[in-house]
């Protein structure tokens, strides 16, 4: 077992309302139960003694090659490991609960086979609860099962013949071989209360393969069943499928809440501080993650979130005091109080490991613009209840768009005129009134609109920079900032106006390297933390997207095509790529996912056209 395995070579099962990361060598070294932001059972991602780990792997030393891969079109990820002695596959899933209703149970499955010749497997279970800070008993049952009790959290190890389970203090281990043809399963279930096994009986009987094998049938079954909505027909779909899989896995399923990544703590640059939890739902990251989703036609996820949206528009009741605020946990709860857990090393030592996020109560006016953005698409719009929330948010808005806020990108080095906040104001009015135009709504089109004029007369104003041709960061300064590679998205300027082409070029020869773009320089605009980042992958694909929509389409076609290189090996991302090609940052992260779908469709469409003018 590698201590720290590379940030890449990880694959994600979830069952929409939590989700488990495992590395290229069979372990499982991140899983949060029973949902998403819940404390974790095991974390050696984030410290490899402390942190706890369920390793299934062949016991054959160094002589094993090992592949990863998903099978097609699922959530089901398969580790194979090819030998002198044979070929054994690991299949790991979690059965889908896609119902409206929070589970106190979820299952993580592990089925296991040999394919070729045989093959010895090992198999090392070290929950450690609560972020790795609390103990544990340990309880072997009648069945040759055994029971993790943690703080208010069980964790019910089974195994099918011929596993037998031994202690290891309070830790559990079981070596055993497998011949070609011959098949086992382990089942780890997590429960808020009294474990139980595939059939939710506490201290049930042993599971058998055949009941793996159908809950395999199943899982597979909601994933190809699910992907029947894609009206994707491009020229990237595996990417793409891929990406759609991993922003539906980000999805709580009982509120239709995203979340911006699966795991806290993983650093955006080694051995740094930019360390931060993003299982939590962003308004900005949900609001692009269900437009992204529905542009690919899955309506139900995007209904699920406007739902979820409006309610919280509805419930005011913010940390912030704002009307929003930029996040929420998956429930809608506001207060994300940070906290240091320093008893934890950090990823590759990355301290400090942060568990929930003080950003929470940062003010960003832009999230407003991204509110409205998701809701302008939505062909119902909701009950008059919900479009007066939403009416009074913006009435709110007119009087208070412009004020000094900390930006899209968290910054902690103080408030500014940031232009993207300012764009996002101008989305919020612009949508707003042409929702309650569509949809004959009640609502003070006068002063929206007066409104609207007049934050993009001081973007232009200020937020134009002559000297360097250029939008840029904020009123006070000439940096570049790649969150305005959305002006054209957003419909502010068309593709070709000439202002937004220079603001591209400038782009291009400040934030781009060889096709991978920085969100800024945090040199020339000090953020108020300290070290460097990578360049950001949200960044580039947008990049690509801007290239496409403005003609420059072989550019655009070969930035992608590079871009897709840095995935890793079953098609997921990070938030960003460090200097040697390395993923860094949270993992997988829903920013990126949602900019390559967007990319790809923009890509699709303007090589149609332009195949179709030559033609």
């Known amino acids: 077992m590698m201590k720290y395995p590379p940030i890449a070579d990880h694959g994600i099962v979830g069952d929409l309302q939590t989700a488990a990361l495992i590395a290229a060598d069979g372990t499982v070294d991140w899983w949060c139960t029973p949902r998403f932001d819940a404390p974790s059972v095991f974390a050696s991602l984030l410290d490899s003694d402390r942190g706890g780990h369920c390793r299934l792997a062949a016991d054959v030393g160094d002589d094993a090659t090992v592949r990863q891969l998903y099978l097609p079109d699922t959530a089901i990820l398969i580790t194979r490991f090819m030998a002198p002695s044979g070929v054994g596959e690991v299949v790991d899933f979690m059965p889908p609960d896609p119902s409206t209703t929070p589970s106190r149970r979820h299952r ?70 497998l011949q070609a043809g011959e098949q086992a399963a382990v089942v780890l279930t997590s429960e808020t209360g009294t474990a139980g096994d595939l059939s939710g009986r506490p201290g049930g009987a042993t599971p058998s393969v055949e009941a793996v094998r159908d809950a395999f049938e199943a899982c597979s079954a909601f994933w190809l069943d699910w992907l029947r909505s894609s009206r994707y027909r491009g020229r990237w779909h595996e990417m793409v499928t891929r990406s759609a899989i991993t922003l539906k896995l980000l999805t709580y399923a009982p509120t239709g809440a995203p979340i911006a990544a699966a795991t806290m703590g993983l650093p955006e640059q080694i051995g740094g501080e930019r360390n931060w939890d993003y299982r939590y739902t962003w308004v900005r990251d949900a609001s692009l993650s269900v437009r992204s989703l529905a542009d690919l036609g899955f309506a139900t996820e995007a209904n699920a979130f406007r739902r979820w949206l409006r309610d919280r528009l509805d419930a005011g009741g913010t940390a912030s005091g704002e009307p929003l605020q930029i996040m929420y946990r998956v429930d809608g709860e506001p207060h994300l109080t940070e906290e240091v857990l320093d008893h934890l090393e950090g990823y590759r030592r990355s301290a400090p490991v942060r568990a929930g996020n003080a950003a929470a109560d940062q003010i960003q006016l832009d999230i407003y613009g991204e509110a409205a953005y998701a809701l302008a698409q939505a062909e119902d719009i909701g009950g008059l209840g919900g479009w007066h929330a939403f009416a009074r948010v913006i009435d709110w808005l007119v009087e208070n768009w412009d004020r000094l806020d900390e930006g899209i990108w968290e910054t902690r080095g103080g408030r500014q005129n940031f232009t993207y906040s300012r764009l996002m104001t101008w989305v919020a009015f612009d949508r707003a009134a042409k929702l309650a135009t569509a949809h004959s709504r009640p609502g003070d089109l006068t002063r929206w609109l007066g409104a609207r004029d007049a934050v993009l007369q001081q973007i232009v104003d200020h937020g134009w920079n002559s000297e360097r041709r250029a939008f840029v960061q904020h009123y006070d300064t000439d940096v570049l900032d790649a969150s305005l590679l959305l002006m054209p998205k957003v419909g502010f300027l068309t593709p070709g106006d000439p202002d937004w082409l220079a603001t591209l070029d400038a782009m291009d020869s400040e934030l781009v390297s060889d096709s991978l773009v920085y969100r800024y320089d945090p040199a020339a605009s000090p953020d108020g933390l300290r070290g460097s980042e990578g360049t950001f992958n949200l960044c580039t694909f947008l990049y690509v997207e801007a290239l496409a929509r403005a003609g420059r389409l072989t550019q655009a076609r070969y930035a992608f095509s590079k871009m897709l290189t840095y995935a890793n090996h079953v098609g997921l991302f990070a938030e960003e790529i460090g200097p040697s090609g390395e993923q860094l940052g949270n993992f997988p992260q829903a920013f990126t996912h949602l900019a390559l779908i967007d990319a790809a469709l923009a890509l699709d469409e303007e090589l149609d056209r332009a195949e179709g003018g030559a033609g």
């Open 108 to 177: 993580l499955i592990r089925g296991v086979r040999v394919v070729r010749g045989s093959m010895p497997f090992e198999l090392i279970c070290r929950p450690r609860f609560d972020y790795g800070r609390a103990p544990h008993d340990l309880t072997c049952l009648d069945d040759g099962s055994m029971l993790f009790r943690g703080p208010g959290t069980d964790l019910h190890l089974q195994v099918t013949a011929p596993i037998a389970l031994h202690p290891d203090g309070t830790d559990v281990s079981a070596r055993f071989t």
